[in-house]
């Protein structure tokens, strides 16, 4: 989607009511006092600085105080700004609400405290107006950002974000900075899968926007605290560990539809001459893949070499690895989620186990049949025998093993 898709047809009439180009969502609960000066300021902005056509948006999440009645005021004062009323809470319900019921090509959410600089706000959303990025959020992690908070909160986010790496392999450097953007085509097809309505909503679209091949643009900020944030931030902990732990499960069971979504939607890797897509990628896993099993496999070989001799040590690791090696590759390698085809993929890997266990076993016959050589030459000698045998697995798991479930793969970037 580029902007020539949003701006009107040179014959529209001049009653005709043109969406706008930008949305800007301000998700508020009882802020009577911030709201009318944010929205003024945000308005004011747009309006000198921003080249085309935008609304504001109030999600105003069930307040309890004059919300509303500030709201309203400002829809009747100031032109393009629309409000919504919840019946109940949550910032994520109230973005899923406002961005699946607008007519803007490009939606965007801030925080009512205007922490981020909006100086930032064009170069967030003009890489979706022109079509080259999916979704766009700010950092305050990135490098270029300037970021004015106290120990307490920089070492929260920064953990955060170190966690989502560790568990939900995130590339992208901040989740949960209020300023974000989304092209309305993607939030049409992304966000019915996004199952949290609160804080986590913004962390759980974008792991599944990378799981999809979406391409997020990220802009640095500046930004400066807001100290009289009413998050709790213990409360907004566990429901974001909540949130991780039912995304995990989520993408661990292949239950949802990220590979329909990446055809759809998804970025392919730029073809390369004579590489098959996805090759790279595939050999860069199943080559870490492989060092951990040959590590692995070396281990048990050494410690059941003195009970076992050495082709017996030889069978009971390689088997014991290999069982292991064909999961994490049906995982990690190949991108095969969810239980269908498991057994078969194990049976077939231990047939392509029987091709290794020919070759490091033949390996070692030949060996003792020259000399009596010390363990340190047996472990040489299989580990030339493995990385034959390890291009020999990768070749029949591509192209045997795997080859009918990856036309149906959940991939990850």
Known sequence: MSLSTTLPSPSAGRDRVVAPVLDVVVPVYNEEIDLEPCVRRLHAYLAAEFPYRFRITIADNASTDS??????????????????RLAEKGRGRALKHVWTHSDAAVLAYMDVDLSTDLGALLPLVAPLIS????????????????????AKREFISRSYNLLLRGTLAARFSDAQCGFKAIRADVAARLLPMVEDTGWFFDTEMLVLAERAGLRIHEVPVDWVDDPDSRVDIVATAMADLRGIARLTRALGTGRLPLAALREQLGRNPLPVAGVPAGLTGQLLRFAAVGLASTLAYLALFALLRAGMGPQGANLVALLATAIANTAAN?????????TDGVWRHQAQGLVVFAVGLGLTSGSLAVLHAVTSPPTVVELGVLIVANLVATGVRFLLMRIWVFRAARGSLTHMP
């Open 131 to 150: 079509g080259h990025s999916d979704l766009a959020i700010g950092s305050r992690l990135a490098r270029g950002s300037r970021v004015v908070r106290g």
């Open 330 to 338: 049906r995982r990690l390698t190949f991108r095969v989620r969810g």
């Open 67 to 84: 919300t509303a009645d500030v709201a309203r005021r400002l829809t009747e004062t100031l032109p393009g700004v629309d409000s919504v």
